[in-house]
């Protein structure tokens, strides 16, 4: 049976170093006071207006294998089918921001008020990815909460799009789990409305199921390798 979570705003906010960040600002550098000011506007506007909620609901490896297939383009070979088969639990879930968020930022592109406008889509899609660690959290706590866990669980979100996985099996996803409940709907391009919405699976094993070989084919297309990133953080936090 499906959940639906609504989670506090305050635990998804992002730091505003990491507008400042997107902006080519580093730590400890000088910051032009339009920027750091639109910085600081845009945070204020996401705290204000975020209403995140999430929806999951656990599920086996038989019933999520179809949803993993999706349409049929996966990349093969990729990770996430071997991560999964060896996980201990599985959970999917979608989550969102909200629209106002994003009809915020739709209303200040269109007042040419460029400057804010990409500092509030930045705090958007990092508060979304946010909300993706805060379920990480809430599964693994739910997990340890049980007799027979494993004390080495290690919970990470796996979602269509990435690593090999189709953006086409959001339609399957959607099929599933019913997203719509918490007012996020699936485009014919298989982009969620709101856009700063998030959904696929939460995969929970042995850290070790997690270490993934970077070099599949798709690897070359991503820039930003986060799989490396939440793989460093998860070791950090195991020391």
């Known amino acids: 049976m499906s959940e639906i979570l609504h989670i506090p705003v305050a635990d998804i906010v992002p730091d505003s170093a990491i507008i400042l960040k997107t902006q080519g600002i580093g730590a400890g ?20 207006l ?19 297939r999706g349409l049929g383009r996966n990349a093969d070979p990729g990770p996430i089918e071997t991560i999964y088969q060896q996980a201990s639990y599985l959970m999917l ?31 958007a899609s990092e508060g979304t990815d946010q909300i993706s660690h805060v379920l990480e959290e809430y599964f693994a706590q739910l997990i340890v909460s049980r007799p027979e866990s ?20 959001q339609k399957v996803l959607f099929e599933a789990l019913h997203p719509e409940t918490i007012g996020i ?31 599949y084919e798709f690897c070359a297309d991503c820039h930003s390798e986060p ?13």
Not at 108 to 123: P, T
Not at 156 to 164: E, I, K, Q, R, V
Not at 229 to 239: F, G, L, P, S
């Open 227 to 239: 799989c490396r990133a939440r793989m460093i953080i998860d070791e950090e936090k195991k020391t």
């Open 93 to 123: 879930f979608a989550a969102t921001v909200g629209q106002p968020v994003s009809k915020k930022i739709r209303d200040l592109f269109s007042a040419n008020e460029f400057v804010l406008g990409n500092a509030l889509d930045v705090a």
């Open 185 to 215: 709907t699936l485009r014919a391009s298989f982009l969620m409305e709101p856009l700063k919405s998030i959904s696929g699976v939460l995969i929970a094993g042995n850290r070790r199921i997690h270490q993934i070989d970077n070099s």
């Open 29 to 48: 550098e000088t910051v032009d006071k339009r920027i750091s000011q639109a910085a600081e506007d845009a945070l204020r506007i996401f705290a204000d």
């Open 150 to 169: 494993d004390a080495d669980i290690t919970v990470l979100a796996y979602s269509p799009g990435y690593c090999g996985w189709h953006i086409s099996a």
């Open 50 to 68: 975020a209403e995140p909620v999430a929806i999951i609901e656990e599920i086996t490896k038989e019933a999520f294998s179809p949803i993993y």
